[in-house]
């Protein structure tokens, strides 16, 4: 799943959390299924939902009955941080790529300037008149 399919569904689940949330908040999630159904309905995907779950239920253990619902809602704030900052890394490595590219096409402009003045050069060289021992050092033509 791509990182604007992820920030799609966690807006739409928007709806979706603040109708369930009072009903959320009264029942915690026994199973690993349930967990993925309620991290689901946060609006997070079912890939990262059944990553999520086992982690999340784990966590529940530890903090007690009646955190799941703020572990859920910091697991979708963080997935959503997380496709922001991954969006901002994408843009600036497109910005390096045209760079590369455009450093590239003017290395290649240089060396065929490079070429040019090298022509240009041969070609002063051999225009050049040659003076004799004896000349009077005035131009030919």
Request: positive net charge; charged residues 30%.
């Amino acid at each position: 799943m791509d990182l604007r399919s992820l920030w799609r569904r966690w807006w739409q689940g928007e709806a979706r959390r603040a109708a369930g949330a009072k009903a959320s908040r009264r029942i915690d999630p026994k199973r690993i299924g349930d967990w993925e159904a309620q991290i689901v309905a946060a609006g997070i995907g079912e890939e990262w939902a059944a990553r999520l779950a086992p982690r999340l239920a784990e966590a529940q253990r530890e903090l007690g009955s009646g955190s799941s619902p703020a572990l859920i809602r910091g697991a979708a704030l963080a997935l959503a941080m997380q496709a922001e900052s991954q969006a901002h890394v994408e843009r600036n490595l497109r910005d390096v790529r045209e760079v590369e590219r455009l450093l590239g096409a003017f290395t290649g402009e240089l060396a065929k300037l490079d070429e040019v003045l090298e022509v240009l050069a041969a070609y002063a060289q051999r225009m050049r008149p040659q003076k004799p021992n004896g000349s009077s050092g005035h131009l030919l033509h």
